[in-house]
């Protein structure tokens, strides 16, 4: 609570009227915004340009273009002190203050995954790294603020990190119920709340949880969706990206296995964002992934709120990430790939620190030895106990060595179109069913009129998840086809599966539409 | 009959024994009392006293005077032709506050400013001489005072204020 207070003495006189004027200053107004792309830069430069004293980072990667860019825009008499993650990080910050003429000092410390800036009195906590492309390509989330509260938290924090001897505590938020600051909003790190705080809020969830994370490992996502009652509905927005499997940072299984419990899995190629929002009323932003090691061991920080406003500008956010959901089929047919690439892959155990860097920036770290050979005194992790079983290996991959491979042999996959081909054929019976029909109706026109199509469906079921690995009747595919087809419409029109009974939806100018469509694909079918 | 008479005669008398060490031991103790004074020009003088505790008159009177109150904090006010002073008080159980009022007195207005628009501001005022607290207003306000040296101590907490601004209206 920001308040001011004021003193004056006055005399009062026997039949007189002493006037007195209390004239409070400019009362500087916490404040907290969301900050996304394509302002990351700018609000990184602003921020830096307005320090009167000292800039701290914490960035595990950094490269040298951005660093420079952004030491430019210090002031000269400006101690600026970064704490970077990996050996090429801390190579790049010291090539970029040689060249910008900065004073700098920076520290290595290999466990650190934190992403924050902090000048006098603000801070900016995110999940961007100091990159071009956590700049300015990837979809990535900030918060700048303001409050006090939240500053001398993240200050505390780096201090820490920075110097073993400072002392950092921090309250464990997870039982309050209201967070008692002027922006609704406190400063959370691995030293004390995450990731139980995660845990603790998806326990408590009575309505949705959205997820978004880039990296994921399959026993970190179980960990997490093991904690959500029934009935809450789960969306996640992931990265599927192959190489990333590859590099062992996340893990296809994972994904796979949030398809499995969640309402929707939206993928976005350049995700980089780390947000978690329960129930529309409290998120997490932050720098933790969804992996054993954002959960931990590496020490990640972020802002837990439940400001109204910064809740509603991350939904936004979030549903711009929407673009296009999983598709399983496209995922197996990349596991698939995956696990043939992975053959032609050398692989050796991970060094803290080396966090896959390409080999061109491996080359610069050779000359720092002192710094990175001194073992440093970590906050003990408050996920230390956490019995996460950690992926088959912590792998780096020597990318020289991988081979060129051929695609998956085709032969037994059945070809996109026949699912579309079921799915129109399914439209297209409703239709000549006037609209409503019984399933069993339904059943008889789709095998009559498309058996093909029809035979190939049980071979790979993409959307009824439910279904995966029974041994599932016709009617059983054709009603969970039919869910989903209600669920997705289809140029405006809805399949309906009300128990036994097929209802189609749509409006008179989309039935006209679709059939104009898909006439010359369904030739032997006539429409009255 | 004499029986009759003689048990009747003894349950009453416990009754009054009863009702008198109620009156006597217990119920004061959940009082407290205020003895007041008030002079003019160093002289006692018969004021009329008001007692107010949020808002309400609770007690009238006139000093000097010994009146018992229920334990909290009032407001007390004393009119003497055209001369009025106030100040706050604290009763508590079983105590007694005593406060002289010395008129004629002086008045003292306040205000509180932020980005020059008249603002809330919770002010203290305090005797210079003893620390004392005499009153405690929001701003805007006028108050009749003792004449006297005091400390004025404003605090502006904008959400605090609207916080209880809005209990108030609920």
């Not at chain 1, 970077?84 to 650190?112: E, F, M, P, W």
């Not at chain 1, 060595?401 to 409703?430: N, Q, S, T």
């Not at chain 1, 109706?441 to 469906?457: G, H, N, Q, T």
Request: hydrophobic residues 40%.
């Amino acid at each position: 609570m920001s308040s001011l207070m004021q003193t004056i003495d006055v005399e009062i006189k026997a039949k007189t009227i002493a006037r007195i004027t209390f004239p409070f200053k400019e009362l500087r107004k916490p404040s907290i915004k969301v900050i996304l792309r394509p302002h990351i830069s700018k609000n990184v430069f602003d921020v830096v340009k307005r320090s009167q004293k000292e800039t701290c980072f914490i960035s595990p990667f950094i490269t040298y273009s951005p660093m420079k860019s952004v030491l430019d825009h210090v002031k000269d008499h400006i101690l600026v002190r970064v704490i970077a993650g990996t050996k090429s990080a801390y190579a790049a910050v010291i090539n970029a203050s040689k060249d910008s003429g900065k004073k700098v000092l920076v520290k290595y410390r290999g466990q650190v995954h934190s992403k924050v800036l902090t000048s006098d009195n603000e801070c900016l906590i995110s999940s961007f790294n100091i990159t071009q492309a956590g700049l300015e390509k990837q979809a990535e989330v900030g918060i700048l603020t303001n409050d006090l509260n939240i500053v001398s938290n993240v200050k505390d924090y780096f201090n820490r990190l920075w110097n073993r001897e400072h002392e950092y505590k921090e309250e464990y938020y997870g039982g309050k119920i209201e967070l008692d600051t002027p922006t609704q909003t406190v400063f959370v790190s691995s030293v004390t709340n995450l990731p139980y705080l995660i845990f603790d809020l998806l326990k408590q969830a009575k309505k949705d949880a959205i997820f978004v994370s880039p990296f994921l490992d399959y026993e970190a996502v179980k960990k997490i969706t093991d904690c959500i009652n029934r009935g809450v509905q789960i969306n996640a927005i992931v990265k599927v990206d192959e190489r990333a499997w590859e590099e062992g940072r996340s893990d296809p299984w994972a994904i796979d296995l949030l398809v499995d419990r969640c309402k929707r899995v939206w993928e976005k190629p350049d995700l980089h964002a780390k947000i978690l929002i329960v129930d529309n009323s409290c998120a997490i932003i932050s720098s933790t992934n969804i992996t054993h090691i954002g959960l931990g061991s590496n020490f990640e920080a972020g802002l837990y709120t439940k400001n109204p406003d910064v809740i509603n500008s991350l939904k936004t956010f979030i549903e711009s990430l929407k673009v296009k959901p999983i598709d399983e089929w496209e995922l197996e047919r990349k596991i698939r790939t995956y696990l043939k690439v992975m053959k032609s892959i050398e692989v050796k155990f991970q060094d803290e620190g080396d966090h896959y860097c390409d080999e061109k920036e491996l080359e610069l770290t050779r000359g720092i030895k002192a710094e990175t050979e001194k073992g440093f005194e970590y906050p003990i992790h408050s996920g230390y106990d956490l019995k996460l079983e950690q992926p088959p290996r912590r792998i780096r991959v020597i990318r020289r060595k991988i081979k060129k491979y051929k695609p998956v042999d085709e032969v037994f996959r059945p070809k996109p179109v026949d699912l579309v081909v079921i799915e129109d054929a399914l439209i297209l019976g409703a239709l000549l069913c006037n609209r409503h029909c019984k399933l069993d109706d339904l059943i008889r026109i789709v095998k009559e009129k498309v058996s093909p199509a029809f035979c190939y469906f049980p071979f790979k079921i993409q959307f009824p998840i439910g279904l995966r690995g029974k041994n599932w009747s016709d009617s059983d595919i054709l009603g969970a086809c039919l869910k989903f087809l209600g669920e997705r419409g289809r140029h405006g029109i809805r399949l309906i599966h009300r128990k036994n009974e097929v209802h189609l939806e749509a409006k008179e100018e989309y039935v006209k539409e679709f059939v104009r469509r898909y006439k010359s694909t369904f030739s032997t079918l006539k429409l009255s | 009959m004499d029986i009759f008479l003689i048990t009747f005669l003894l349950i009453g008398t416990i009754i009054l024994t009863a009702y008198l060490v109620y009156r006597v031991f217990v119920k004061p103790r959940v009082k407290g009392f205020l003895e007041c004074h008030a002079y003019y020009n160093m002289t006692e003088i018969k004021a009329s006293l008001k007692a107010y505790k949020e808002g309400k008159i609770v007690k009238k009177s006139k000093t000097p005077c010994l009146l018992s109150l229920k334990p909290g904090s009032y407001l007390l006010e004393v009119i003497y032709l055209s001369e009025i002073l106030e100040r706050d008080v604290e009763i508590k159980v079983g105590e007694k506050a005593l406060i002289e009022f010395k008129l004629p007195g002086g008045k003292l207005e306040c205000h509180a400013y932020h980005n020059s628009k008249e603002i809330s501001a919770i002010v203290e005022i305090y005797r210079k001489e003893t620390e004392e607290l005499v009153a405690k207003r929001t701003t805007p306000f006028t108050i009749d005072l003792e004449v006297g040296e005091y400390s004025l101590k404003a605090t502006y907490a904008p959400e605090k204020l609207e916080a209880e601004v809005k209990k108030k209206v609920v």
